[in-house]
């Protein structure tokens, strides 16, 4: 999708290090971290929000992704977190799991 910073970012159009990438799902660090790590599991295609998230399997593979990639990183305790409209706080429009931790 034109304009879509995290479209930009997953199809490569804007050099980004990747932490852990598959054909689906690309995680890559928040510019803004709010916590020691701070991280974003965003599928490749576009997706406005959870609530458009129609395809059960890339569902899935979201949710294990942010299984993965913790503990590929050694990190047991985190928050996950999905803002989802902007009166809760959405402000990119490509769905996102935003990954917190501090320990
Ligand atoms: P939201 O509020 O939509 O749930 O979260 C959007 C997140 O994306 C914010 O934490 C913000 O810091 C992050 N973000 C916005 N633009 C960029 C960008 O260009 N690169 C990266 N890595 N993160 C971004
Ligand atoms: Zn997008």
């Not at 479209?7 to 490569?12: F, L, R, V």
């Not at 399997?57 to 913790?70: F, I, N, R, S």
């Amino acid at each position: 999708m034109e304009d879509c910073i995290f479209c930009k970012i997953a199809n490569g159009q804007i050099p980004t290090d990747f932490v852990y990438k598959s054909d689906n799902v690309v995680v890559f660090n928040d510019i803004n971290p709010k916590a020691r790590v701070h991280m974003l599991v965003v599928p490749k295609v576009h997706i406005k929000s959870l609530n458009e998230l129609e395809d059960k399997e890339l569902m899935a593979e979201l949710l294990q992704t942010v299984k993965d990639v913790t503990k590929k990183l050694g990190i047991t305790d985190y928050k996950t977190l999905i803002n989802t409209g902007r009166g809760a706080g959405q402000e990119v429009f490509h769905l996102h799991i935003h990954i917190l931790s501090n320990s």
